[in-house]
């Protein structure tokens, strides 16, 4: 697919969608929104990029193989899960750490994180597959 408006729209959709899906990320431990919506932003921007580039568009986008994306969130998911495990607590208890400003840090970002990099490397695996080989 040569689309003119596609390959336009898409060059500035993807960053747009990346910090949005940031944003989501960020603000989804607090309330609505987190790793799983985010992630869906962002292989929406990326696959809005893709779609008029081709496979070799997206994965130069992605910089990272999608199976690798989905495999390092799944591993900071778990890690984040068994972190409880060790405070001899149920599996994904989360820990939290205060700061002395009054920041509280707390492996349920961590967890989003990984839910976040786990979505957006099955979505682009999936999507990389119906893309064209070729790149315009």
Same mark, same amino acid.
């Given at each position: 697919m040569n689309a003119l408006i596609l390959r336009v729209a898409g060059r500035f959709l993807l960053p747009m969608a990346l910090l949005f899906s940031l944003y989501l990320l960020w603000r989804g431990h607090n309330e609505p929104g987190g790793g799983f919506v985010g992630g869906l932003v962002a292989a929406a921007g990326f696959t809005v990029y893709a779609l008029p &580039?081709? &496979?070799?568009?997206?994965?130069?986008?992605? &910089?990272?193989?999608?199976?690798?994306?989905?495999?390092?969130?799944?591993?900071?998911a778990l890690l984040a899960g068994g972190t409880g495990l060790l405070a001899q607590a149920p599996f994904l208890t989360h820990q939290w750490v205060l700061t002395e400003g009054g920041l509280a840090l707390g492996t349920a970002l961590i967890f989003d994180v990984g839910v976040y990099l786990a979505v957006l490397g099955a979505v682009t695996a999936f999507v990389s597959y119906y893309l064209d080989e070729e790149t315009a």
């Open positions: &580039r081709g &496979r070799a568009a997206l994965l130069a986008a992605l &910089r990272w193989p999608p199976a690798a994306v989905a495999g390092t969130g799944l591993l900071l």
